[in-house]
């Protein structure tokens, strides 16, 4: 069965303060990895597809990157706007579906 | 364009009352995808449609019905709610199937007394 795991659940920083999100993950055959952005009370928002290990991908102060077992978020100098739940969600190509994570709770103090 | 779009944003059932979950989107995509969110639970997925006239099951489709009413249009019926559906539902739609970016609506909050 595929899984997916989000850590931390919860992460506090302060405004300028770089840090990374971990997504590890075990599925049947990596078909892609996805990073959303979620406000309080609204949809995902689509960030970034990763579909194979040493590929990186930036936008604005994010940055994902991709191994055969994990995915890292890394924010640098966040600002107070970043401030949201991140998803991580793989494709199997197994199971031809998508599962994903608990999310990363992500606060930003100025 | 307004992308994808649900309706009701909110609804309170009754134990036994039906419902139907309404999403429409604008980007000419061929899929379309539902999804429930608990508390402590990743997005999982209910029904998905790949293309119109098609829709299959997806993790938890129990309790619950679809109809790809045209290429817009995705509708999700609960014929008897519980409160175990008390949940928020949300309504995605991708170019061509699960290989692709999936773009979300805003959500139903559905709370089943």
């Known amino acids: 069965e595929d899984q997916v795991t989000q850590s931390p659940e919860a992460l506090r920083l302060q405004e300028g303060e770089s840090s990374s999100l971990n997504c590890s993950y075990t599925?049947?055959?990596?078909?892609?990895l996805f990073w959303y952005r979620q406000d309080p009370g609204k949809g995902p928002e689509f960030l970034f597809t990763?579909?194979?290990a040493g590929e990186e991908k930036e936008k604005e102060r994010l940055k994902a990157t991709l191994t055969k077992k994990e995915s890292f978020l890394h924010i640098t100098a966040p600002k107070p706007e970043d401030s949201a739940t991140y998803l991580c969600?793989?494709?199997?190509?197994?199971?031809?579906?998508?599962?994903f994570g608990t999310g990363t709770k992500l606060q930003v103090i100025p | 364009n307004a992308g994808v779009t649900q309706t009701p944003k909110f609804q309170v059932l009754k134990t036994g009352q039906s419902m139907t979950l309404q999403c429409a989107q604008d980007m000419n995509h061929n899929s379309m995808y539902w999804y429930r969110q608990d508390p402590g639970m990743g997005l999982r997925l209910i029904y998905y449609s790949a293309s119109e006239g098609t829709t299959d099951k997806g993790e938890v489709p129990n309790g619950y019905n679809v109809s790809r009413l045209n290429k817009r249009e995705f509708s999700l019926r609960l014929e008897s709610a519980a409160p175990s559906q008390t949940s928020v539902y949300f309504c995605?739609?991708?170019?061509?199937?699960?290989?692709?970016?999936?773009?979300f609506g805003p959500g139903t909050r559905l709370t089943v007394l």
């Open positions: 995605a739609s991708s170019l061509e199937g699960q290989t692709d970016t999936q773009y």
């Open positions: 990763l579909y194979s």
């Open positions: 969600a793989v494709l199997s190509g197994g199971y031809q579906k998508v599962t």
């Open positions: 599925v049947s055959g990596l078909r892609g």
